[in-house]
T-cell receptor, first 114, second 109 residues
Framework: NAGVTQTPKFRILKIGQSMTLQCTQD?????MYWYRQDPGMGLKLIYY???????DKGEVPNGYNVSRSTTEDFPLRLELAAPSQTSVYFC?????????????FGEGSRLTVL | QQQVKQSPQSLIVQKGGISIINCAYE??????FPWYQQFPGKGPALLIA?????SEKKEGRFTISFNKSAKQFSLHIMDSQPGDSATYFC????????FGAGTILRVKS
């Protein structure tokens, strides 16, 4: 099993550009999450989904959008990229609700906005 | 306020020594306390977790100590090895999962 797969691994964007970070999991997990990791700040939840068609905001949703059309895929869209969105983004999934269960993370997508 | 404070920010330990990382939380509604280990270029992975009905949980060289009254918990790595060099995150979960800022551990051989 591949687990959680994220693409791309690295990307440089110009201010104002848009892009989509892709995330797919093959573990048939209902719950999926997007986190951002900044140095010295831990991981902050951007959006999460409890199943296909259902999404909800996390701590830092501004400037991002998500969709969940299938159990496997949970893309994160950045609209009008800003330097503050320079970060490492992690997608995760869990068998049960991840706030009290194990999260399985992808390897991350490093985004730089210049 | 749902914060988790983690210390130290970084830690250097000799091979064979004990590594200790501490976390403190504020919200008494948290009922799940995991530790995640992250190697460079990889995503975090669950290392060990504890629920507040026990004061200690041990898995191999890794032990969580939990003090409910003080709202503190810690990770102890016994006989630390160079392969343990990584970033460690504590977290507290309930209706939210809040991560600490992370501790960069380096084990010198």
């Amino acid at each position: 099993n591949a687990g959680v797969t994220q693409t791309p691994k690295f990307r440089i964007l110009k201010i104002g550009q848009s892009m989509t970070l892709q995330c797919t999991q093959d573990m048939n997990h209902n719950y999926m999450y997007w986190y951002r990791q900044d140095p010295g700040m831990g991981l902050k939840l951007i959006y999460y989904s409890v199943g296909a068609g259902i999404t909800d905001k996390g701590e830092v949703p501004n400037g991002y959008n998500v969709s969940r059309s299938t159990t496997e895929d949970f893309p994160l869209r950045l609209e009008l990229a800003a330097p503050s969105q320079t970060s490492v983004y992690f997608c995760a999934s869990s068998l049960k609700r991840g706030f009290t269960g194990e999260l399985f993370f992808g390897e991350g997508s490093r985004l730089t906005v210049l | 306020q749902q914060q988790v404070k983690q210390s130290p920010q970084s830690l250097i330990v000799q091979k064979g020594g004990i590594s200790i990382i501490n976390c403190a939380y504020e919200n008494t509604a948290f009922d799940y306390f995991p530790w995640y280990q992250q190697f460079p270029g990889k995503g975090p992975a669950l290392l060990i977790a504890i629920r507040p009905d026990v004061s200690e949980k041990k898995e191999g060289r890794f032990t969580i100590s939990f003090n409910k009254s003080a709202k503190q918990f810690s990770l102890h790595i016994m006989d630390s090895q160079p392969g343990d060099s990584a970033t460690y995150f504590c977290a507290a979960g309930g209706n939210k999962l809040v991560f600490g800022a992370g501790t960069i551990l380096r084990v010198k051989s």
